[in-house]
């Protein structure tokens, strides 16, 4: 009998059963306690160690919002910091004489100096040698490009808002006034009121009709309305005496959004509709508004400065100033 009980045990398995005296069976003969493992991979030492971990090779990121700016101004590649622009202030007086009539002498035009305030913009972020070797994704590429996102985000904010010192100098910084292109100063932006503090006052779409008739019709060529989100959700729901809206959306892919028959383009660096905020502006930026860039982004890669670490040291240098002050009309916010 102990032999046979001996070959017993000393028998295979089968998938499913148990030993005697082993097991969920000698719990239910004996109370013996059950030794029960599960292997999982929510905890290292319980398999999770075997379970390899898969990094996605595409990083995703949250947006930023860059400027359109650099895309509707007149951008000139400059050789040196010191560039230098002329433009004529008025034009060359003519007059009307006899056949025979003396021709007395004409006045001649008056030029003025830009001189674009420019600026270095630099980033320097490091990563350690060992990252770079057993990453997952490309580090340097996706540095690079995160580099390219935030120089883009930086100079539009100066493009729209820039003081001037070490960067360039926005628009909306320019000085203001209401009086009309004849009698304003050179460099001074015409602005016309809404109506209202902080508010569009009565009829706003007509005030939008100022706006845009205030720029002399020789500008109105390649003219375009610049204001952020927040504003262009107010103006979408405008509508005309007959009901219809007065922004007309896109109808082919790719193209903007029409108010009153011009582009609108949105720019989120533009400030919110609040108390003498310059919220809209309208204008022909190509003519009104430069942008100067000595070259390209450079990028250097510096693995000695700092061992073990690689530090990735980009530059660049942008400058920017209003270039016609008459090409270029905003709204302020106001009763006057």
């Not at 510096?302 to 670490?309: A, E, G």
Request: neutral net charge; charged residues 20%; proline residues 6%.
């Amino acid at each position: 009998m102990e032999l046979m009980d001996n070959a017993a045990v000393a028998r295979p398995v089968l998938a499913g059963a148990s030993a005697p005296g082993h097991g969920f069976g000698a719990f239910v003969r004996s109370g013996a306690t059950v030794e029960m493992k599960a292997f999982t991979g929510v905890t290292g030492d319980a398999g999770g160690y075997a379970v390899p971990r898969e990094i996605d090779a595409t990083i995703d990121a949250v947006l930023k919002s860059a400027s359109p700016i650099r895309g509707i101004a007149n951008v000139v590649r400059v050789g040196s910091a010191g560039y230098r622009k002329l433009v004529t202030t008025g034009g060359t007086p003519s007059g009307w004489a006899a056949e025979t009539a003396a021709r007395p002498e004409t006045a001649t035009p008056v030029f003025t100096e830009l001189s674009p305030p420019m600026g270095e913009l630099y980033a320097n972020p490091a990563a350690s040698q060992a990252m770079l070797d057993d990453a997952a994704f490309d580090v340097e590429e996706w540095l690079a490009g995160e580099i390219a996102a935030e120089f883009a985000k930086a100079e539009g904010a100066a493009f729209v808002g820039g003081s001037g010192v070490n960067r360039p100098k926005g628009f909306l910084t320019a000085p203001v006034a209401a009086t009309g292109d004849a009698t304003r100063a050179f460099g001074t932006l015409q602005y016309l009121a809404s109506g209202a503090a902080g508010d569009f006052g009565a009829n706003p779409q007509e005030r939008l009709i100022d706006l845009v008739q205030s720029l002399r019709a020789p500008y109105r060529q390649g003219a375009c309305f610049v204001m952020n989100a927040s504003t262009c959700a107010r103006i979408r729901k405008f509508k005309t005496g007959d009901g219809a809206f007065v922004w007309q959306p896109s109808l082919q892919a790719g193209q903007p959004a029409t108010l009153l028959g011009y582009p609108v383009v949105e720019a989120e660096d533009m400030p919110d509709i609040a108390a003498g905020a310059l919220a809209v502006a309208f204008g022909n930026f190509r003519m009104g508004y430069l942008v100067t860039e000595r070259s390209e982004t450079q990028i250097l890669r510096d693995p000695y400065s700092n061992k073990p670490f690689v530090h990735f040291y980009a530059t660049k240098r942008v400058g920017g100033c209003v270039s016609n002050s008459e090409a270029i009309k905003v709204m302020r916010f106001s009763v006057s």
